[in-house]
């Protein structure tokens, strides 16, 4: 089974700083595209930032300068440093990843998007 495991987020003040990391675990071959997703109340989910397999990345122009996304393939593993948090930034984090698991039993090689639970960042003085 394919999991992703966040950590961090949590309650920070204005101009504060927090990190989230996500962790895949299972029985996976590749990892093409990691990202972290946000969602306010009675917002949709929206992109915040994703990064390739090679290293490329792309941000919402709102957290542009602000945020920063790394990942170390070794550890399968996707990082998202928040700088100047905003209240504006106060949702729930969504760790997305685009993963290829090794087949099952119907020996399908299949791409899959698979999600994190979750975690709430709040920004508040």
């Known amino acids: 089974q394919v999991q992703l495991v966040e950590s961090g987020g949590g309650l920070a003040q204005p101009g504060g700083s927090l990190g989230l990391s996500c962790a895949a675990s299972?029985?996976?071959?590749?990892?093409?595209?990691m990202g972290w997703y946000r969602q306010a109340p009675g917002k949709e989910r929206e992109l915040v930032a994703r990064?390739?397999?090679?290293?490329?990345?792309k941000y919402a122009d709102s957290v542009k300068g602000r945020f920063t996304i790394s990942r170390d393939n070794a550890k399968k593993t996707v990082y998202l440093q928040m700088n100047s948090l905003k209240p504006e930034d106060t949702a729930v984090y969504y760790c997305g990843a685009d993963i290829m698991p090794y087949p099952g039993a119907s020996g399908l090689w299949e791409m899959d998007d698979y999600w994190g639970q979750g975690t709430q960042v709040t920004v508040s003085s």
């Open positions: 299972g029985s996976i071959f590749n990892i093409n595209i």
């Open positions: 990064v390739t397999s090679d290293g490329s990345t």
